[in-house]
C-alpha cells in the first residue's frame, strides 16, 4: 500500500524548533517529487517546501531562513527541520508525492498539527 504518514507536531513557544518527519512506504521517496505543504484554520493550503528528484530544494518565502527540508533514503523519509517557529506558522502539516514533471499527486499524508503560541 502506498502511504505516508507524518508525525513530529506539537505545541511550542515563539522562537522554538521542531522537526516533522514523513514516513513513506509502498514507494521510494527519492523516485518522486516531494513537497510539505501547511493550511490554517480558515485559510487554503500554502506550499511550504519542495524537494525534487534531482535533490533540488525550494522553500517559500514565509519560511525560507527558518525551515529546511530534506530526505533520507536509507530510512525512505522526509523531513522538515523548522527553526525560530512563529505563531503565523500554526497550522496542519502534510506531506505529498507527486510524479516527476507533473502535477499527479501519487499521494498524501492526514498531517500533524503545529501550534506555536506564548
Known amino acids: 500500500e502506498v502511504q505516508v504518514v507524518e508525525s513530529g507536531g506539537g505545541m511550542v513557544q515563539p522562537g522554538d524548533s521542531l522537526r516533522l518527519s514523513c514516513a513513506a512506504s509502498g514507494f521510494l521517496l527519492s523516485n518522486y517529487d516531494m513537497a510539505w505543504v501547511r493550511q490554517a484554520p480558515g485559510k487554503g493550503p500554502e506550499w511550504v517546501g519542495r524537494?525534487?528528484?534531482?535533490?533540488?530544494?525550494v522553500h517559500a518565502d514565509s519560511v525560507k531562513g527558518r525551515f529546511t527540508i530534506s530526505r533520507d533514503d536509507a530510512n525512505n523519509t522526509l523531513y522538515l527541520q523548522m527553526n525560530n517557529l512563529k505563531p503565523e506558522d500554526t497550522a496542519l502539516y502534510y506531506c505529498?508525492?507527486?510524479?516527476?514533471?507533473?502535477?499527479?499527486?501519487?499521494?498524501r499524508g492526514r498531517g500533524t498539527q503545529v501550534t506555536v503560541a506564548s
Open positions: 524537494l525534487f528528484t534531482a535533490n533540488v530544494k
Open positions: 505529498l508525492a507527486r510524479r516527476p514533471y507533473t502535477t499527479e499527486e501519487l499521494t
